[in-house]
């Protein structure tokens, strides 16, 4: 072992896995602010959201609408880009709707096979446990958060604290709404909170409601994107929360 006074090497630099940057992170958060479709489950895991995307940009087309998109929007496999397009050039219509409930009983029929993220369901029920108020923050369905996680037993760890997608689309992350909605709800200061989120757009709506991120990152993809967004504190896995949880 190399002495302090002798020590040659470089002292490394502090990463988005840091122990103490997480560790901070989860014992500073008296409110949980939980993304769905990732941190809790692989929603579309047996269901597939590019199918689910095809299929919306499918029936605008049957309905004479094809030019309602750009070729990027139906391209992206992205089922909620094409809704938040249509949203832009129809707000509040029926045509919007219709395609949100579309896509509302396409997420209920994947929520029968999404497979449960690992470590997130103890996770969960150590989080309550110990004392923190969980919610959902999240642009899919609130009815189907509802059924996955009732399926699971772990919908008396959030309810009532269920935020999700509604007809007003302009209220989707990144916007904060869905954030801010929670912890006015549960009488939260932001920085007594913390978010868990998967994507850029999860970091932004923590970023603008003033909400510490933690991001989550199921493989090397999404963790780059997640550190290029800006995100501090990454892991690729549930179990070192879980850990210092139980610890």
Not at 48 to 60: G, T
Not at 68 to 80: I, Y
Request: charge should be negative.
């Amino acid at each position: 072992m190399t002495s302090d006074t002798t020590q040659t090497e470089p002292v490394a630099e502090k990463t988005e896995t840091d122990p103490e940057r997480l560790r901070n992170l989860i014992t500073g958060a008296r409110v949980v602010l939980w993304d769905f479709d990732g941190p809790i489950c692989r929603l579309f895991a047996r269901h597939s959201a590019e199918r689910v995307a095809a299929d919306l940009v499918e029936w605008l087309e049957g309905r004479g609408l094809h030019g309602l998109l750009t070729e990027a929007e139906r391209e992206s496999l992205d089922p909620h880009v094409v809704l938040r397009a249509v949203d832009r050039r129809h707000p509040g219509s029926d045509l919007v709707a219709e395609l949100e409930e579309r896509l509302t009983q396409e997420e209920l029929r994947a929520a029968s096979s999404a497979m449960p993220t690992a470590y997130a369901d103890p996770l969960i029920r150590t989080w309550t446990a110990v004392g923190a108020r969980l919610a959902i923050t999240t642009n899919n369905s609130p009815r189907i958060v509802r059924t996955y996680l009732t399926g699971r037993g772990l919908l008396s760890c959030f309810a009532p604290h269920i935020y999700g997608r509604t007809q007003d689309l302009h209220h989707l992350k990144p916007d904060p709404h869905c954030l801010n909605r929670a912890l006015n709800a549960i009488g939260a200061a932001p920085s007594a909170a913390l978010m868990i989120g998967d994507t850029p757009s999860d970091l932004e709506a923590a970023l603008r409601a003033a909400v510490p991120f933690l991001g989550y990152a199921r493989n090397d993809r999404k963790a780059k994107l997640l550190r290029e967004a800006g995100a501090e504190v990454v892991v690729e896995s549930l179990e070192p929360l879980l850990t210092l949880l139980r610890g």
